[in-house]
């Protein structure tokens, strides 16, 4: 049975997908620039008898005793991976706002440079294995941010602690044990396998159980480097994934109804906001992440690498009544006003609504840290 990378990742690439409201809600990535102290190895004698009980059932299914001497020396209990996994909210993104993080102004900028970049390599892959060339790029852009932020953290040391942590502990034993046989077949070193707190590894986030399946050595150099300043075998892993996952050659993933979209499903994510025809590619999309909203997003950021323009369709008002353009001047009003809200994308999150406390506090009003019209009326 495949493993959804939905229930491993919990949804988009992280960080990647913070937005400037800073929702916190979407944690993958570990930050540039060194682990944060809950993500470094703490004492744990309770999981180090896991480890030396597992290192059998381990070596039951073919793994060295070499093999797990190198992978576990310096690895350890991560507090702040357990911290994480317990405390992942339910995303309640309307594909409004979604769409504002997924297709921001920057990382279509972004996404349109990296496509220049890799154009021959995109092209050669989409020839390959008939999956659309700006499909893979948006995979790219949404997973790590172009190659930007494909995480740190020790995957051995990740997958072990959630394993023995025991909330999904089969779940996480089974990665563990893949991302030994990945170390094991030479493909990468303990050092270099890094990724997300959960595991999901390189430039397009594999977890290793599907990097087993789907990995590919493009370059030929006799190892899946997925992990690479070259991006080369991670996308065209990406590319083998959804051409396996039923991607059709020649067919489009879908798009907004109204604007050329081809016959297929008519969906609508957003109640009162604008409906999207959806192909048998749209579905692919969602075997890499099994959800509507990271379909779309992928689907709308390749069409915008490509050149095309934002979604036409209008969204109703949030349940404050405030439409994305409000929100979106409230932001501009409170950080001049000095209450920074890290940007202005209409996507009110952790920093936003900590912003809006502060001036709610500065002026008397009761600090709820909920936008409002009122609230942006009183901002002038």
């Avoid at 540039?32 to 744990?44: H, I, M, W």
């Avoid at 077949?185 to 270099?192: A, E, F, V």
């Avoid at 067919?251 to 050329?260: P, T």
Wanted: with cysteine.
């Amino acid at each position: 049975m495949r493993v959804s990378r939905r229930i491993f990742t919990a949804s988009l690439g992280a960080l990647t997908l913070a937005g400037c409201g800073g929702s916190g809600a979407m944690q993958v990535a570990a930050p540039a620039g060194g682990l944060p102290a809950d993500l470094r190895p703490v004492p744990n004698a309770g999981y180090d008898a896991w480890v030396a009980s597992f290192q059998g059932r381990a070596a039951a299914q073919g793994i060295s005793r070499g093999t797990l001497a190198s992978a576990f020396r310096g690895a350890g209990f991560l507090p702040g991976v357990v911290t994480r996994d317990r405390n992942q909210p339910e995303s309640s993104r309307t594909l409004e706002d979604y769409l504002s993080i997924a297709a921001s102004d920057e990382r279509v900028s972004k996404g349109r440079a990296a496509f220049a970049r890799q154009q021959g390599l995109l092209r050669a892959l989409e020839a390959r294995y008939g999956v659309d060339a700006e499909i893979i790029a948006a995979v790219w852009g949404l997973e790590s941010y172009f190659g930007e932020r494909r995480g740190d953290v020790p995957v051995i040391s990740a997958t072990s602690t959630l394993a023995f942590d025991g909330r999904r502990g089969a779940f996480f034993e089974s990665q563990l044990i893949a991302a030994l046989k990945i170390l094991q077949n030479g493909d990468i070193t303990p050092g270099r396998m890094t990724g997300s707190w959960a595991g999901a590894m390189g430039h397009t986030q594999f977890i290793p159980t599907s990097y087993l399946l789907f990995a590919v050595d493009y370059t030929g150099d006799g190892r899946r480097d997925i992990w690479s300043e070259d991006p080369s075998d991670a996308l065209a892993s990406t590319a083998a994934y959804l051409s396996k996952s039923g991607w059709q050659r020649g067919v489009r993933w879908g798009g907004e109804v109204g604007q050329g979209a081809p016959a297929g499903t008519v969906i609508q994510p957003q109640a009162g906001g604008p409906q999207f025809s959806v192909t048998g590619n749209f579905r692919a999309i969602k075997r890499y992440n099994n959800s509507d909203l990271y379909a779309i997003g992928v689907g709308h950021l390749a069409d915008r690498i490509a050149g095309g323009g934002p979604i036409r369709g209008s969204f109703p008002p949030d349940k404050n009544g405030l439409t994305k353009d409000d929100r979106v001047a409230l932001q501009r009003r409170l950080t001049a006003r000095g209450f920074d809200t890290g940007g202005a994308d209409g996507v009110i999150g952790a920093k936003s609504e900590a912003a809006i406390r502060a001036y709610q506090a500065s002026i008397g009003q009761p600090v709820t840290g909920v936008p409002s019209q009122a609230l942006l009326r009183s901002l002038g």
